[in-house]
């Protein structure tokens, strides 16, 4: 057993992330043995393969505990990443959903003009207006319903 003065411990506490990343199986198997090395009997010589590395200097790309503390902080740093996306993600979804909204509103507004305005040419034709005037005036209306006429005076 490795004895660790008080004053040692700040030194077993990583400066820097490890060297290299940890994945989920090297993590398991660091937790697996610093579980084994804690609830050991007194005495008991633990297999080498079970018993938890530890060096003084430490040696972070090595020693169990800066292992699996570099390991949480890359979880930590992959959630972060994945929260970040997701609120991303949620934004761009709020903003879709306003400008659908926006464009349904503008599709009500126009199938409204567009029901008046042919409601305005049947009685128009029904008062004896000859077609091709009540044609003009109803094409003129939706146009301008629409926008036609703002764009073409702004081309012009």
Request: aromatic share 2%; proline share 4%; with cysteine.
């Amino acid at each position: 057993m490795i004895d660790i003065q008080p004053e040692d411990i700040p030194r077993r506490i990583p400066q820097q992330k490890a060297l290299r990343a940890v994945d989920h199986d090297e993590a398991r198997r660091i937790v697996q043995r610093l579980i084994s090395a804690s609830f050991r009997r007194d005495g008991e010589r633990l297999p080498a393969e079970s018993c938890p590395r530890f060096s003084i200097p430490c040696r972070e790309e090595h020693d169990d505990d800066c292992l699996i503390l570099a390991y949480i902080d890359q979880c930590e740093a992959e959630h972060a990443a994945h929260d970040a996306r997701i609120a991303e993600l949620l934004a761009a979804n709020n903003r879709e959903g306003e400008r659908r909204r926006g464009a349904e509103a503008i599709v009500q507004t126009l199938a409204r003009d567009v029901r008046r305005i042919v409601g305005e040419a049947e009685t128009k034709a029904d008062a004896g207006v000859p077609l091709d005037q009540v044609l003009v005036w109803l094409i003129a209306g939706i146009g301008a319903s629409i926008g036609i006429a703002e764009r073409d005076r702004a081309d012009a």
